[in-house]
């Protein structure tokens, strides 16, 4: 196995450190039974770089995660900071980098694990062996569009405005991942927007039409309303394979999608950028929970999505296939022996902490690797 990967770790605020300290410890068996090993190098963003370097994320932080191969996140955010002005908030470390990098490929798994049927709380029959794919697009969309402001009127009300917008080609090249993955899956993709009320909606679906009749005539490609998309996912669910979506509707459907497998403290996510000329990409990996303010530095966090996210960092930065479904079973084989954190306890299940959670990962993949 090719040594000398170069990670950059991101722990940020919250519950982030605690489930970071869990992932550590899976990147430690990998090199030592696995022989899968990383230059790592660890900063602060968020809020926690803010109190120490009075910005959610400095540019040499910016630099270090352009020079890594991929860059494993944490989670931002916190009371403490709510009052600070625009531009400090601790969410901008997340959305520089992903502006800075060209991360403009959000991949949102939303996955029911069989252990965990019960945790959902739609009925078993409706989610069970759910598997869906949002592609929401992270660099543009009404986050970044221009113009944007608060201003002051001549009548002295004030008025707050941005702007939702897209090109041609930031359509194409977030559909094209879409359309990519959908082939490795099931071979159907569902395209969302607002088509009938926005403009950069219909320019979207007329995007996405041509591109599909193009280059994918052979995946199965459909359009909906991201409101109706709404309720067909609470709906049913598993009428999806691929989602692909803007900005803010993804941002919404994603937090909607993971809720229907019972815990947003299971899934990770890719966020990826352009392939060089090498084939090499940007890339960052980050639960799709958030810093968890309430419950950070008791220890009892579930360090799971974290440590998923790093699966899934081996898997579409290294294509180190293998050991990612070595650390994807151990998490579901741990969930199968009845080990729970507190966030997704159920009847009859062994509650535990973050620490005994990640003990199990890699009493797992001993097990496995024996
Ligand atoms: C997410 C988060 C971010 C977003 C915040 C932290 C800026 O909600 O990754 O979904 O809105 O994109
Ligand atoms: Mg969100």
Redesign the pocket.
């Known amino acids: 196995m090719a040594a000398n990967k170069k990670m950059l770790m991101l722990p940020g605020d919250g519950i982030g450190p605690e489930v970071m300290h869990e992932v550590r410890r899976v990147i430690d068996w990998m090199a030592r039974r696995r022989a899968v090993s990383f230059d790592i190098s660890e900063d602060l963003v968020g809020g926690a770089a803010m109190d120490v370097k009075g910005t959610p994320i400095t540019d040499k932080t910016i630099a270090d995660a352009a020079a890594a191969d991929a860059v494993l996140f944490g989670s ?2 916190g009371p403490q900071w709510d009052k600070l002005g625009f531009d400090n908030r601790p ?1 901008i470390a ?2 520089r980098l992903r502006k800075e990098l060209g991360l403009f490929a959000n991949l949102r798994p939303a996955v029911v694990f069989d252990p965990l049927i019960n945790a959902s709380t739609l009925r078993p029959d409706v989610v069970q062996g759910l598997d869906i794919m949002i592609v929401r697009e ?1 660099v543009g969309g009404v986050y970044f569009g221009e113009p944007r402001g608060i201003e002051t009127l001549a009548n002295g009300e004030q008025k707050g405005f941005n702007t939702d917008v897209y090109t041609t080609s930031e359509i194409e090249r977030v559909g094209r991942v879409a359309f990519e993955l959908a082939r490795k899956r099931g071979n159907k993709l569902c395209s969302v927007e607002k088509a009938n009320v926005m403009e950069c909606g219909l320019l979207w679906r007329q995007v996405m039409t041509k591109l599909g009749e193009r280059e994918f005539p052979d995946v199965q490609l459909s359009h909906m309303y991201a409101d109706n998309c709404a309720m067909q996912l609470v709906r049913n669910p598993r009428q999806f394979d691929v989602i692909v979506t803007g900005n803010l509707f993804g ?1 919404l459907l ?2 909607l999608a993971s809720m229907l497998t019972g815990s947003l403290g299971m899934l990770p996510s890719a966020t990826l950028g352009a392939p060089d000329a090498t084939g090499k990409r940007h890339a960052l990996y980050e639960p799709i929970h ?1 810093s968890a303010p309430d419950i950070a530095g008791k220890g009892i966090a579930n360090p799971l999505a974290q440590i998923l996210s790093f699966a899934m960092l081996l898997r579409y930065s290294f294509e180190l296939n293998e050991d990612a479904d070595l650390i994807e079973r151990a998490c579901s084989n741990v969930l199968a022996s009845g080990l729970r954190t507190a966030d997704i306890m159920a009847e009859g299940c062994a509650r535990v902490g973050t620490h005994v959670m990640g003990e199990a990962v890699i009493r797992e993949l001993d097990k496995q690797a024996a």
Do not use: A
């Open positions: 931002v955010g969410e997340i959305l992270t941002d994603s937090d958030g």
